[in-house]
């Protein structure tokens, strides 16, 4: 693997880039995103920022999320995949990065495939912590803006600093973003505490139905297309629904299942000590330890069963 030093000098190298979000963004990946964005345009490199799919609105409190393009235009010297465990996760893009002949990719999954031509793998909390270690090898300024990113990023990854992922490290970076103008308790406001009416609907709707399995050591909840229809939220609403039911006393693995097409369902794993990482890699998917996700086709029951029956294996 590249080293981080390696990594800047040859960044710094390039003439125009394309910084690319995984599909279902989430705050890591386009926080990491958007601040090496701009610390490498500081540096005089041309660089954009793409995801396949939009941005969800609630990240619009700051101004980076907003210009985020949906499409690769144009000619790039280097495509940058940002916080992307495999080359499918890039959406769209995908066929365009892997058709490139000079690919990066910037990650913390420890599932990372290692699908660009130069990898730099480090497993941590967040992304956006190796961003900051690579800012700063590029020596450029991580002004107020970039700070608010790359914490945006932090935040969301960790739960707001929740999860077992959280290192003294991770501590110890979150307060020198602070001090150089993040504003944590904005940022919570928005990513943690914010929410519309329609949100709240479905989130009643869907704990009302949670299911228990493994004598109540695994937990599941379902977003169903219906659900999304009936109350009016958007999929992207239903960030943090895992977290709830981790509380739960006596669960030791959370599952959400969204249906996202017809027999078609996105997976979403968090525990507390066993190895969802092996459990998404049965099914093609992969992550972290504690936190990961998969797809899986079938009938909606089937899915359930699939799922629950490889989470009992790994419990304990």
Do not use: W
Request: a negative charge.
């Amino acid at each position: 693997m590249i080293s981080l030093n390696g990594l800047a000098e040859k960044l710094k190298g390039e003439k125009r880039v394309a910084l690319i979000c995984h599909i279902r963004p989430d705050g890591d990946s386009l926080g990491s995103a958007a601040a090496l964005c701009a610390a490498l345009e500081k540096a005089g490199v041309e660089a954009e920022t793409y995801c396949s799919d939009p941005v969800p609105e609630k990240f619009f409190f700051l101004e980076q999320f907003r210009s985020v393009k949906q499409k690769l235009e144009g000619e790039y010297s280097a495509l940058i995949a940002m916080d992307c465990a495999d080359i499918y996760r890039l959406g769209d893009a995908a066929a365009v990065f892997a058709a490139h002949k000079n690919t990066y990719s910037i990650d913390h999954h420890v599932s990372n495939s290692r699908f660009a031509k130069i990898n730099y793998v480090y497993d941590c909390a967040a992304n956006c912590e190796n961003v900051y270690k690579l800012i700063r090898a590029l020596k450029v300024d991580a002004d107020k803006n970039i700070c608010n990113l790359l914490l945006t990023g932090i935040s969301t990854d960790t739960g707001n600093f929740r999860h077992k992922n959280v290192t003294p490290e991770t501590m110890r970076i979150a307060a020198d973003l602070i001090e150089g103008g993040a504003d944590l308790n904005n940022i919570y406001y928005y990513m943690f505490s914010a929410q519309s009416s329609r949100r709240a609907k479905l989130f009643g709707d869907v704990m009302s139905r949670i299911r228990y399995f493994s004598e109540g050591k695994t937990a599941v909840i379902s977003v169903m297309l219906s659900d999304l229809k009936q109350t009016g939220a958007k999929a992207d609403e239903t960030e943090g629904f895992i977290d709830f039911i981790m509380g739960i006393e006596g669960v030791e693995v959370g599952v959400c299942v969204m249906e996202i097409s017809a027999y078609k369902f996105k997976i979403s794993l968090r525990s507390k000590k066993a190895d969802v990482n092996a459990v998404a890699g049965i099914f093609g998917g992969g992550g972290h330890v504690l936190a990961s996700g998969c797809q899986l086709q079938g009938e909606y029951e089937e899915v359930i069963d699939k799922i629950t029956s490889a989470v009992n294996k790994y419990l304990d």
